[in-house]
């Protein structure tokens, strides 16, 4: 069983709505122990919220999951359509260079994804129907998953 570093927006209803059914999801599936959410581990630093001391402590705070979690899951879908979230993107690559697989899923409807994400994902669940498919993916065999879509 694996332990998943859920990278994600979680600055509205919406981003917190897809990241909740992200979670439900991935503790559905046999194959993952534990899912790290850094948006609920805000609290895990003693200091005031924007302050330089907090962003150190939040940047360490989630690197040091990345580094200890097996897999990074991204949600991509965050403002517009093709649109990801920049701390979410840059986790993914921290992954990636870490020689960490990493999984995309794409909740709306858009064909559109960046080269280099493309070629950097493990797998990528794309669209409603497909994102409910991650519960029943091996996160112990981690086959390669591609849609159908076009990089930009």
């Known amino acids: 069983m694996r ?10 209803e919406k981003q917190i709505e ?16 534990e899912v790290f959410i850094p948006g609920e581990h805000e609290e895990d630093t003693a200091f ?19 580094d200890v979690n097996d897999i990074v899951v991204g949600i991509l879908d965050y403002e517009e359509a093709d649109t990801s979230d920049p701390g979410t993107i840059w986790e993914l690559g921290y992954a990636s260079a870490s020689k960490m697989p990493t999984i995309a899923v794409k909740f709306g409807d ?6 280099m994400l493309a070629r950097s994902l493990t797998a990528f669940f794309n669209g ?21 879509y076009e990089v930009f």
């Open 18 to 33: 897809r990241r909740d059914k992200m979670v439900k999801l991935l503790n559905e599936n046999p194959t993952v122990n």
């Open 110 to 115: 858009s064909n559109k994804l960046n080269l």
């Open 3 to 12: 332990n998943i570093y859920l990278a994600a927006p979680f600055f509205d």
């Open 128 to 148: 409603e129907e497909d994102v409910e498919n991650i519960k029943n993916y091996d996160f112990n065999l981690l086959q390669t998953r591609f849609s159908d």
């Open 48 to 66: 005031e919220f924007g302050t330089l001391e907090w962003q150190v402590a939040t940047f360490k705070l989630d690197t040091n999951q990345i």
